[in-house]
């Protein structure tokens, strides 16, 4: 009766635990469905590479936080060096000039529902280098997305030839975010996510400051408001560091793939952040592309998990 009364006790405790996890996850989700929003408003009043270059010195500063209260590693070994600049290359600054720029010149919600894209490129460029074989039902997925990109990007009256160049922008991102997850899979398996992560950024962190300087000299910085300072520490502080600190505690207690789950909630805060904060109505079309991208995103994400 005792064994069972423990048993029952430890089990409970793990419930406990996951659900709390599971909450942490969903503010995860949110806090980056809304900074979609709060990039789009910021970028109103101050220009894209000078909005990145102050959000990532605090984004720099808040893993390093992360980092120390882990206990880990600050520094990556020499032998890790070149790697770690690679990938701070394509996965934070490549990533970050197309993403911001993208996200200024379309809809945020396209943005947000071609970023999601991620996952099935992932698989695309795995299987280019030999590390992934498709099954039809990654194929499924991989060509439902592929379709609903095409539907995302030619809504509204612009056929397919002038299609939003800001669109293609954060396709571009969504490309460079997979590159840099399937390059870096070998590093993060040898020394954690969070240090990858870190490494990475701090990699990458002159080159974004020096890119965004000339526009923070030119920038009349009396006439920016509250608001879009607000904005720059939300997207480094909140929408990277809290929010990756909450992503990581979930890959470690319940797993990748259930963790993996809750980043399909991230469009659909996109979507309706838009619609109340920015008046971003969504069209019928865009709805029917958004559908099917991330149904698209599922299958292949779902057939993948089982073959594993």
Same mark, same amino acid.
């Given at each position: 009766m005792g064994r069972e009364s423990r048993s029952g006790s430890r089990r409970a405790k793990r419930l406990r635990r996951e659900l709390f996890v599971d909450?942490?996850?969903?503010?995860?989700?949110?806090?980056?469905?809304?900074?979609?929003?709060?990039v789009k408003a910021a970028l109103t009043e101050i220009e894209p590479l000078?909005?990145?270059?102050?959000?990532?010195?605090?984004?720099?500063?808040?893993?390093w936080v992360m980092v120390r209260a882990t206990g880990r590693r600050v520094m990556p070994p020499r032998k890790d060096w070149g790697i770690v600049l690679l990938l701070g290359v394509i996965g934070h600054v490549a990533f970050q000039v197309l993403f911001i720029f993208g996200?200024?010149?379309?809809?945020?919600?396209?943005?947000?529902?071609?970023?999601?894209?991620?996952?099935v490129w992932v698989l695309v460029i795995s299987f280019t280098m030999g590390r992934e074989r498709f099954n039809p039902a990654?194929?499924?997925? @991989?060509?439902?997305? +592929?379709?609903?990109? $095409?539907? !995302?990007?030619?809504?509204?009256?612009?056929?397919?030839?002038?299609?939003r160049i800001g669109d293609f922008l954060v396709l571009g991102a969504a490309i460079s975010w997979a590159a840099y997850t399937v390059l870096g899979r070998r590093l993060t398996k040898r020394r954690g996510a969070?240090?990858?992560?870190?490494?990475?950024l701090w990699a990458g962190l002159p080159f974004v400051v020096l890119a965004g300087t000339p526009d923070l000299v030119r920038t009349d910085w009396s006439a920016v408001s509250l608001q879009a300072w607000i904005g720059v520490v939300y997207a480094g502080v909140f929408a990277i560091g809290l929010a990756?600190?909450?992503?990581?505690?979930?890959?470690?207690?319940?797993?990748?793939?259930?963790?993996? @789950?809750?980043q399909? +909630?991230?469009?659909? $805060?996109? !979507?309706?952040s838009a619609w109340l904060w920015l008046a971003e109505?969504?069209?019928a079309q865009q709805l029917a592309g958004a559908g099917i991208i991330l149904s698209g995103v599922v299958i292949a994400r779902r057939s993948r998990a089982r073959k594993r």
């Open positions: 909450l942490g996850l969903v503010l995860t989700a949110t806090i980056w469905g809304l900074n979609f929003t709060v000078a909005f990145n270059a102050l959000r990532f010195p605090c984004a720099a500063v808040a893993v996200l200024d010149w379309t809809l945020t919600g396209n943005a947000a529902l071609l970023l999601s894209t991620s996952p990654i194929l499924v997925g @991989v060509l439902a997305t +592929l379709t609903g990109m $095409v539907i !995302l990007i030619t809504g509204g009256p612009e056929q397919l030839g002038a299609a969070l240090q990858m992560t870190a490494w990475t990756y600190l909450l992503w990581y505690r979930g890959v470690r207690i319940i797993g990748q793939n259930r963790t993996a @789950v809750y399909n +909630l991230v469009p659909v $805060v996109a !979507l309706v109505t969504p069209t």
